[in-house]
């Protein structure tokens, strides 16, 4: 029956001429079903990690190893970035007001971007970059090289193994680096917005303070929580089921990258649509 | 190595932990000092915020730390006072404009005084200063009035007619200036011969001739005056005649003024027509004429 499934198509009981006519809905038919067997695949994935994260004793020492790699070897990065982007929005906002504006608005402004968008989404997007490629590429050589089948011989969970620890250093790194990016961000706006521009320090704080609820921090940090889950979960499915050789891993590691910036984007506008009604003040 | 790992993950936790905390405070109380809190009593109309800034004298002495809005029409805003100074008790505290795009602030306005408002206590609200949507709305008024006012005249002027009345009266206007337009330069031709005939009869006027028809004119008027002189003097007479008649004296005056003369003489013309009557019916009767 599940044979017959398979081979019978139904479009095969038409004629040669609708055959012919629904042929060009195949490709995307092909997609769908593809696009569908993806979030299949991912979501089954997903449950082998909840079940892996029961296993602790396996995870547990690794954690440790990868929350170093993922968040401390990453704050120079982190902080570089946030340091930019936080005095360009500075300058920015300062040279498109109008006059007639309260100059304060700079740091109002410097504060929503940073703290509400561009602190946990610029730092995720980096960190897709530099750890969710490093995720795939670890594991997926470990496939390549059947060190994973090796660990199943040995009668460990590989995904326990591999897949959890990782899972949750980038859910738990990925706040902290925000938090960071966060701080560096303002910081550098308004040492940039006091310094290069005619906003003076106390318009820049008076600014700061306008309309800010601490519901804004637990946004920032939230997002910062599901784009760290999804750069180190969607790169370790990536770099678990690479194709085999050295080529497989390189196209993984790519594939993992785009794959984790359009969940970040994605994930973004979710939660935006979701939780920015609750951050009026 | 893990135990480094370890420490450095400790520490990078610890560290997000602090500024998270550290800097929502920092940001939403102005600052790690706690500062004191006042409150004030606004009406919803008021429109404030969290952290718009408190001034006394044009200068930040705080921010809105609070508001709380409550079903009877006011929100009671909680203001942090960061400033070591004292806040007047003569102070009332107003909610105006910050800038020209609708935020606002609280103004503290006031006198110096000696003493203060204590932690905890409730400022009087002043009258709100309009702010920019106040504006607005008065010209969201004026406009729904223009839009009235032009549609008053689309209908006037359109759809009724009269612009075509207008036009119609303009045309009218244009063609009774042109009327007058001619009539005026007629006219003005005829003044201007009117002005040369002036001219040249002044010209012809003899000097000499003025001359004695002045002196003539002077004899007349002498002659006049003197003529006048014995008219007073013959009015004179008369009102002396007149007022001697009216007293009664002599003949004129009794017949004037005596009522029994004036009877008699009526009684005698009544007797002379009876006399006459019966004279033209019975001639015979007075006339006796024989020839033998």
Request: charged fraction near 20%.
């Amino acid at each position: 029956m599940s044979a017959d499934r398979l081979t019978h198509r139904p479009t095969e009981e038409l004629s040669a001429v609708p055959r012919a006519a629904l042929g060009f809905l195949r490709p995307y038919a092909k997609l769908t079903n593809g696009f569908l067997a993806g979030i299949g695949k991912r979501a089954y994935f997903a449950r082998e990690t909840i079940r892996g994260v029961a296993e602790g004793r396996t995870w547990a020492p690794e954690l440790f190893k990868h929350m170093r790699s993922i968040g401390v070897d990453s704050v120079p990065l982190a902080c570089l970035v946030a340091a930019f982007i936080g005095s360009v929005i500075a300058l920015q906002t300062r040279y498109q007001l109008f006059p007639g504006i309260q100059l304060s608005v700079v740091g109002f402004i410097s504060r929503q971007m940073i703290t509400l968008e561009m602190a946990p989404l610029i730092t995720a997007l980096v960190l897709a970059g530099r750890v969710g490629a490093r995720i795939t590429a670890e594991i997926g050589t470990m496939r390549v090289t059947e060190q994973i089948d090796a660990l199943e011989t040995l009668a460990f969970d590989p995904v326990a193994y591999l897949v959890v620890p990782r899972l949750l250093a980038g859910l738990l790194m990925l706040p902290v680096l925000s938090i960071l990016a966060n701080a560096v961000g303002l910081v550098s706006a308004w040492v940039t917005a006091s310094v290069a521009t005619d906003v003076t320090s106390d318009q820049f704080r008076e600014g700061l303070r306008l309309g800010f609820t601490y519901f804004q921090v637990v946004y920032s940090v939230l997002k910062a929580f599901l784009f760290g889950g999804a750069i180190s979960f969607l790169c370790a499915y990536e770099g678990y089921v690479t194709d085999a050789g050295a080529e497989g891993v390189g196209r993984a590691t790519a594939k993992a990258v785009v794959i984790a910036c359009v969940a970040i984007l994605i994930l973004d506008a979710i939660t935006a649509v979701l939780l920015a009604p609750y951050l009026q003040s | 190595m893990k135990r480094r790992n370890e420490v450095l993950v400790g520490l990078l936790t610890l560290s997000a932990l602090l500024v998270v905390v550290l800097g929502s405070v920092w940001i939403a109380r102005g600052g790690l000092t706690s500062g004191y809190r006042l409150y004030v009593k606004f009406p919803w109309s008021a429109g404030l915020r969290l952290g718009q800034p408190v001034l006394l004298g044009g200068v930040t002495v705080g921010f809105v730390e609070a508001v709380d809005l409550r079903e009877e029409g006011i929100v009671v805003s909680t203001l942090n006072i960061t400033t070591n100074m004292g806040i007047p008790r003569t102070v009332v505290a107003v909610v105006e404009p910050n800038g020209v795009f609708g935020d606002r602030q609280v103004a503290l306005r006031g006198t110096p005084s000696k003493v203060s408002w204590g932690k905890g206590d409730t400022i009087t609200a002043g009258v709100d200063v309009a702010g920019i949507d106040a504006l607005v709305a008065r010209m969201d008024t004026a406009s729904a009035r223009l839009a009235d006012v032009v549609k008053t005249v689309k209908v006037k002027m359109v759809d009724q007619g009269g612009i075509e009345d207008l036009r119609k009266t303009l045309e009218s206007m244009n063609a009774l200036a042109g009327r007058l337009s001619g009539v005026v330069t007629e006219q003005s031709g005829n003044l201007t011969a009117a002005m040369a005939a002036v001219r040249k009869g002044a010209s012809a006027l003899d000097s000499t001739r003025i001359d004695s028809t002045v002196r003539n004119l002077q004899a007349t008027t002498a002659t006049v005056a003197k003529l006048t002189e014995d008219l007073r003097g013959t009015t004179a007479r008369v009102n002396g005649l007149l007022a001697k008649a009216d007293s009664g004296n002599g003949t004129i005056g009794l017949l004037m003024n005596d009522p029994g003369l004036y009877n008699d003489l009526r009684r005698l013309s009544t007797r002379l027509d009876s006399l006459t009557a019966d004279f033209k019916t019975n001639p015979r009767k007075y006339i006796k004429f024989s020839v033998f």
